[in-house]
Each structure stands twice: as C-alpha cells, then as structure tokens.
C-alpha cells in the first residue's frame, strides 16, 4: 500500500531564507508526483508536477526534484516571502490500481515572517 | 473559466443528523472526484465518478456516506448520520475528459466544505 510521508510537519522561518521541504513514499511505481499548495479556506493550488522520467522542475523559485528508485522528493523554495505561507502537500499518482488516482502526504505548513 | 463550486462552506451539526454536500465542477469536465481532508491529513479520495458512473468508490464508507452525479455534471455527497469522526473538510475536485494514451490529467479542486459534527 502506498504511503506518502512529509517532513516537517511544519516551520517557522524569517523572510529571505532558502526552504528544503521533504517527501518520501513507499512504492517507487508512480506514474509523477505532484506538489499543491493549500490556503486556508480555499482549495488545492497544483505547483509542480514531475514525471516519473524526470529529475527535476522549475518555477520561478520554486525547484521540485524526483528521486523515483529511492523514493524521495524536495521542495525548495528561493527567497521566501511572507506570501509563501501556506501548507505544502505532495502528492503520487500510481502507475497501477486506479485511473488519475492523488495519494497525499499530510503537508508541511509553512509560516514565513516578516 | 468558473472554478469548481461547492456548498455550503461551513456546516454544523450534532452527531446523529444527516448532511449533504453539492459540487458544480468545471463545465465539461468528465471526472469529479470527493475527498475528505481531516485535520492534520491530506486529502483522502471517497468516490470518482467518470460522467454519472462509479470508477472508484473503495475508501467510502458505505453504511452512512453515499453520493451521486446526476446528468454527470452536478454531484451531492451525504452523511447518514453523521458521526464526530466525520468532521473534517470535503473537497471536490473535477478533471478533462482522458485523453487517449494517458495515465494522467490535471484535477482542480473547489474551496471545500469545512463540517463540524457535535
């Protein structure tokens, strides 16, 4: 059964740093993995998506890397804003077992301060 | 383009009572999906729907949620009864018709409904 893991479960931090944001899972047999954002009151906001043949993708500063064999994906985030503040949800698309199926890990709320 | 819509956006009730949920997906959109987001988790998939029938239903639990997708377009989600385990937010979400060859296709999701049951 396919796990999605997140690590941490939040942060604190002060505008201007740079984020690693982790998620692990436990099936190597994704078809991609996808990182949301999720604003309170409102809805899931796609940010990345990474093909299981991919290594990494990019925008603007936000960096999303796959590591499919070990099972490991980051978020990194470039110069937070206070605007960042959100939960970060990463989520995998099985290659089996369902059509257009999202597994989610629990997310990593994050807070960034002026 | 309209987003999803859903509603209502709060809802309270005591333990026992029933509720129902509605989702307007984004028109033309074959797929509608229900999710429930506890406190803390991520989203859980309950029921997808390809137009107006069932392709997965496994995570609902069938004694006391059901839901349809009339005409496939509009869909309602219910409780009966609800228990204090249920409070959670319910999020719908809807896709594109598949596309041929693919494995994926791009969900979009409403604001969700936030149910607290007492």
């Known amino acids: 059964k396919q796990e999605v893991t997140q690590i941490p479960a939040a942060l604190s931090v002060p505008e201007g740093e740079n984020l690693v944001l982790n998620c692990s899972f436990t099936?190597?047999?994704?078809?991609?993995l996808q990182w949301f954002r999720q604003d309170p009151g409102k809805g899931l906001t796609s940010l990345l998506l990474?093909?299981?043949?991919?290594r990494e993708q990019t925008s603007g500063r936000l960096n999303a890397s796959l590591d499919k064999s070990s099972g490991r994906s980051t978020l990194y985030i470039a110069a937070s804003q206070p605007g960042d503040s959100a939960t970060y949800l990463c989520?995998?698309?099985?290659?089996?077992?369902?059509?257009?199926?999202?597994?989610f890990g629990a997310g990593t709320r994050l807070a960034v301060h002026p | 383009e309209a987003g999803v819509a859903q509603s209502p956006r709060y809802k309270i009730i005591e333990k026992r009572q029933s509720v129902a949920f509605w989702c307007n997906p984004i028109?033309?959109?074959?797929?509608l999906y229900w999710y429930q987001q506890i406190l803390g988790q991520g989203p859980k998939l309950l029921i997808q729907?390809?137009?107006?029938?069932?392709?997965?239903d496994s995570q609902l639990p069938k004694d006391r949620f059901s839901a349809e997708r009339l005409k496939g377009v509009d869909s309602t989600l219910k409780i009966q009864p609800a228990k204090l385990e249920d409070s959670a937010v319910y999020l719908c979400?809807?896709?594109?018709?598949?596309?041929?060859?693919?494995?994926?296709?791009?969900?979009?999701f409403g604001p969700g409904t936030r149910l607290t049951v007492l």
């Open positions: 099936d190597s047999a994704i078809y991609n």
């Open positions: 989520a995998v698309r099985p290659s089996s077992g369902g059509y257009n199926k999202l597994i």
């Open positions: 990474i093909q299981s043949s991919q």
């Open positions: 028109s033309g959109h074959a797929t």
């Open positions: 729907f390809q137009n107006n029938g069932v392709v997965d």
């Open positions: 979400a809807s896709s594109p018709r598949r596309t041929s060859g693919r494995y994926d296709n791009e969900q979009f």
